[in-house]
């Protein structure tokens, strides 16, 4: 191995020791003379590149390298056609939001994601709906502010949920504030131009998540946890309820790595690399969600429809 590569593969190790949510448990001597085998003959930084994802996969899978063209596709611009929350009534009087994965850095990337999420709550609350579907499912996650900015005014104000350093003390906490998504280190992001609010904030919620459901959509689905009249239908989780921190490496590459786990507004925390079970097990269907013969849906409008504000 070059003196280049080696001193960028321990640059990688020594962050990955220092910061992993796992780190005590490794044994690291035998973790750097593996990724040094893997990695023997490499003579440029990124010739190191595997050696750094398996080190990585044996931390924890929510933990990964990302390569600096990985990296600059989250700063590009956006295109007309970026995937967005839409939103249509179903049964006659419930909301359906599908909330897809976002992962751009940009402000107005950010903006136009949330405003199409609550432009989509607006008409379908101006048609009267009773109750609402959070659809997660498909979502592997991205950005978790965005997603909670574009189901604001359905989720409602109140502390949503925090990160749990390794000593069990509770470190950054999320929030929403007058439709304002909000951290307790001081940082607020509106995300859209008008926030808006429900005619009755306190409807009913079936959140809908899947085996794809990860990361970022996951803390999504931990901000309704606990919330009343709240309840999660279909599969569990991709089992990525973890917070990740980002060191850019001297080539650019990005190591994102898990450094905390996540809690609900009732404190309850989520395993790391555990999926988050639904509150009502759902089996998928034989061609699969979002099709007219999706079996998630009706269990989910039938609780929907059982609730006083749909029954009044």
């Known amino acids: 191995m070059s003196a280049a590569a080696r001193g960028y593969l321990d640059a990688a190790l020594d962050l990955l020791q220092q910061h992993a949510l796992r780190s005590a448990s490794m044994d690291w001597p035998d973790l750097r003379r593996w990724a040094r085998w893997l990695a023997s003959g490499a003579q440029r930084p990124a ?22 063209e990985e990296v600059a596709a989250h700063h590009v611009a956006p295109s007309p056609d970026m995937t967005v929350p839409t939103g249509h009534v179903i049964s006659g009087d419930l909301g359906l939001l599908t909330v897809p994965s976002f992962t751009m850095a940009q402000p ?3 903006t136009r994601y949330v405003q199409a999420g609550l432009d989509a709550v607006r008409r379908m609350d101006g048609a009267g709906v009773c109750g609402w579907l959070v659809d997660l499912r498909g979502n592997p996650g991205g950005s978790y502010g965005p997603m909670i900015g574009a189901v604001a005014p359905v989720l409602g104000d109140g502390l949503l949920g925090s990160f749990v350093r390794p000593d069990g003390s509770t470190g950054t906490s999320w929030s929403l504030k007058n439709g304002v998504f909000t951290e307790s280190d001081g940082s607020t992001s509106t995300f859209a131009t008008v926030p808006y609010r429900l ?13 794809y459901t990860a990361s970022a959509a996951e803390a999504t689905l931990i901000s309704f946890r606990g919330r ?17 921190a980002s060191y850019t490496l001297s080539d650019g590459a990005v190591l994102v790595i898990t450094v ?10 989520y395993a790391p690399d555990t999926p988050i079970p639904p509150d009502a097990a759902v089996p998928p269907g034989p061609s699969g969600e979002h099709t007219s013969d999706d079996p998630v849906l009706g269990p989910a409008e039938a609780w929907l429809h059982n609730q006083p504000a749909c029954t009044s």
């Open 47 to 68: 010739d190191t590149y595997p050696a750094i994802q398996a080190v990585s996969a044996r931390l924890e899978k929510h933990t990964s390298l990302l390569l600096p």
């Open 108 to 110: 107005v990337a950010q």
């Open 199 to 211: 005619k009755h904030p306190d409807a009913p919620i079936a959140v809908l998540t899947d085996r």
């Open 228 to 244: 009343p009249d709240t309840r999660s239908f279909g599969q569990p989780t991709a089992g990525y309820p973890t917070g990740n």
């Open 260 to 269: 905390l786990t996540e809690a609900d507004r009732t404190g309850h925390v």
